[in-house]
């Protein structure tokens, strides 16, 4: 048998930052009113249920008021051509596309910038290595000399390891 709520549970209060966002649907505030929930709104604390049920009024009717707006507004761009909606299967010519189409392009794109990045950094690396400085000090050299990162940075130990990481 479940225990019964303690009397401090019974005078907690449900504490929200504005009466529209707990709801914009008078019965569902009636409905937490009925129940015995109380709440307060730190946007109007002293606010009394015959408030609370205007307020929730005025909010469902601008729920409502919303609605209806963005209902207008997706015809009136569907009317001048727009395409609505999210992913399509097709292109714009009928034909076929590939869910990860465009992801793969860029990440072919990042890879073929990273490659060429490599191609000309990577000899400047590996000869400071060769002789013997550590990850710290290219990283300094690679500074000194302007050369920017692939992104366009400042050079860390980090970034002169991940750089001979990728080239080995």
Do not use: C, Y
Request: proline share 4%; net charge positive; glycine share 8%.
């Amino acid at each position: 048998m479940p225990q019964p709520l303690s009397s401090a549970l019974t005078s907690a209060k449900l504490v929200i930052a504005k009466l529209d966002r707990l709801s914009r649907d008078v019965h569902f505030l009636s409905g937490l009113k009925d129940a015995g929930i109380d709440f307060v709104a730190a946007d109007n604390p002293n606010a009394t249920r015959f408030t609370v049920h205007i307020l929730a009024a005025v909010a469902e009717h601008e729920r409502e008021m919303i609605s209806t707006r963005t209902k207008d507004a997706l015809a009136a761009a569907k009317a001048r051509g727009k395409r609505l909606g999210g992913w399509r299967s097709t292109r714009r010519d009928g034909s076929p596309r590939k869910p990860l189409d465009g992801i793969a392009r860029a990440h072919d794109v990042v890879r073929q910038n990273t490659e060429a990045f490599d191609a000309r950094v990577a000899p400047i690396v590996i000869e400071l290595r060769a002789s013997g400085m550590s990850l710290q000090a290219i990283a300094r050299e690679l500074t000194e000399r302007h050369v920017a990162t692939r992104r366009g940075g400042t050079w860390t130990a980090t970034g002169v390891r991940i750089l001979l990481g990728r080239v080995r």
